[in-house]
Nanobody, 126 residues
Framework: QVPLVESGGGLVQNGGSLRLSCAAS????????MGWFRQAPGKEREFVSA????????FYADSVKGRFTISRDNAKNTVYLQMNNLKSEDTAIYYC???????????????????WGQGTQVTVSS
């Protein structure tokens, strides 16, 4: 088990910024690829971003490319999602997740991830 706890969500105006954090428990955090998904009311879960276990490779959905940045600090067992220039369509619950093994072809598939956090709400007001 890899308990994941997200934080940093909140209410922000259009064009604003937020930084989400996801803290993991356990000694093996550094071996997991990490991802962020989001789910808006009435919509399916959507891939946002992912990062390899060493942090050397990152992936982004087209909708957030250039605005969001994923990073990780393995010494702190934490992955971050810096979100800039937020838009109303970014409003959703954001979930952190961890995968033991995931190839680049499947990083955007939620079924690739073994562990999930409870989510943190991000609301962007226009």
């Amino acid at each position: 088990q890899v308990p994941l706890v997200e934080s940093g969500g909140g209410l922000v105006q259009n064009g604003g910024s937020l930084r989400l954090s996801c803290a993991a428990s356990g000694r093996t955090f550094s071996v997991y690829s990490m991802g962020w998904f989001r789910q808006a009311p009435g919509k399916e879960r959507e891939f946002v971003s992912a990062i390899s276990w060493r942090g050397s490779t990152t992936f982004y959905a087209d909708s957030v490319k250039g605005r969001f940045t994923i990073s990780r600090d393995n010494a702190k067992n934490t992955v971050y999602l810096q979100m800039n220039n937020l838009k109303s369509e970014d409003t959703a619950i954001y979930y952190c997740c961890a995968a033991t093994v995931v190839t680049s072809n499947f990083v955007s598939d939620y079924r690739s991830y073994n562990y999930w956090g409870q989510g943190t709400q991000v609301t962007v007001s226009s």
